[in-house]
């Protein structure tokens, strides 16, 4: 029950992993995201809240970090969990930024249904606003 989509990006994989770390920043590039707050930032074990543009306020945890490379933000619905996550591969010049949503829980069937379409629909425009801010910051040093 994972959705999946990646994007290749002019960009070094540190800048791409830097526009994640900058949590305020995240509806600039991410159009699904209306607001978001980490007040501990992208530490494993942050919790705060995700406002997506359609939808109510949300409460999310970040579950795992891996610096420079990857991170897991996960979201409850009852009796469902949905893991939101964000990879890089790359290297000084070349990333491909990976990002998934995987349902779990006893009623992840039903809400990989509700929601699951849109957000397979949605995830390539995130990840091409995430290029586009990752390479515009490439160009800019």
Same mark, same amino acid.
């Given at each position: 029950?994972?959705?999946?989509?990646s994007?290749?990006?002019?960009?070094?994989?540190? #800048?791409?992993?830097?526009?994640?770390?900058?949590?305020?920043?995240?509806? #600039?590039?991410?159009? #699904?995201?209306?607001?978001? +707050? $980490?007040?501990?930032?992208?530490? *494993?074990?942050?919790?705060?809240?995700? *406002?997506p543009? *359609?939808?109510?306020?949300? &409460?999310? &945890?970040?579950?795992?970090?891996?610096?420079?490379?990857?991170?897991?933000?996960?979201?409850?619905?009852?009796?469902?969990?949905?893991? +939101?996550?964000?990879?890089?591969?790359?290297?000084?010049?070349?990333?491909?930024?990976?990002?998934?949503?995987?349902?779990?829980?006893?009623?992840? +069937?039903?809400?990989? &249904?509700?929601?699951?379409?849109?957000?397979?629909?949605t $995830?390539?425009?995130?990840?091409?606003?995430? *290029? &586009?801010?990752?390479?515009?910051?490439?160009?800019?040093?």
């Amino acid at each position: 029950m994972t959705i999946t989509h990646s994007i290749a990006v002019s960009a070094p994989r540190v #800048e791409m992993f830097a526009l994640y770390e900058d949590v305020a920043s995240w509806p #600039e590039w991410d159009c #699904e995201t209306q607001e978001v +707050f $980490l007040p501990d930032g992208l530490r *494993k074990g942050s919790t705060g809240w995700l *406002k997506p543009r *359609k939808g109510p306020k949300a &409460r999310v &945890r970040v579950t795992e970090v891996v610096p420079g490379r990857s991170f897991t933000v996960e979201g409850q619905l009852p009796l469902c969990r949905m893991h +939101f996550g964000h990879d890089l591969v790359g290297d000084d010049a070349q990333t491909t930024p990976t990002h998934s949503v995987r349902f779990s829980g006893p009623l992840s +069937f039903l809400f990989r &249904r509700l929601v699951g379409k849109e957000i397979d629909a949605t $995830l390539p425009a995130t990840l091409l606003g995430l *290029k &586009r801010a990752g390479e515009s910051a490439a160009k800019s040093e």
